[in-house]
Nanobody, 128 residues
Framework: QLQLVESGGGLVQPGGSLRVSCAAS????????IGWFRQAPGKEREGVSC???????KYGDSVKGRFTISRDSAKNMVYLEMNSLKPEDTGVYYC??????????????????????WGQGTQVTVSS
């Protein structure tokens, strides 16, 4: 059974950087898309970024140019590097794994990940 654990969240000032990690156990991630999602209090879950096993990646408009997703197959890990952070980036960040041996792209539409594997989340707070 695939399990995901996020880490690396914390408090950072506006304009700062943070890297959150997603560690997988129980299965290799080779044929899984990995997505990062976030949820702020009172708001719906939002797709942030995803990465396919072929390294295709996609970003939400609000983070494009500031966030970078990457994956390390040897370590079975996925990372989200976040730069130029803004207060509106605050939220709980979740990673999710979606079995995808057929398509060559990934999606960040939250509804498409509803029944997939999820981690417990890590809190990111951007505040001065």
């Amino acid at each position: 059974q695939l399990q995901l654990v996020e880490s690396g969240g914390g408090l950072v000032q506006p304009g700062g950087s943070l890297r959150v990690s997603c560690a997988a156990s129980g299965s290799r991630l080779d044929y899984y898309d990995i997505g990062w999602f976030r949820q702020a209090p009172g708001k719906e879950r939002e797709g942030v970024s995803c990465i396919h096993s072929n390294m295709y990646s996609k970003y939400g408009d609000s983070v494009k140019g500031r966030f970078t997703i990457s994956r390390d197959s040897a370590k079975n890990m996925v990372y989200l590097e976040m730069n130029s952070l803004k207060p509106e980036d605050t939220g709980v960040y979740y990673c999710s794994a979606k079995w995808n041996p057929v398509s060559t792209i990934c999606t960040i539409v939250p509804q498409h990940w509803r029944n997939e594997y999820w981690g417990q989340g890590t809190q990111v707070t951007v505040s001065s």
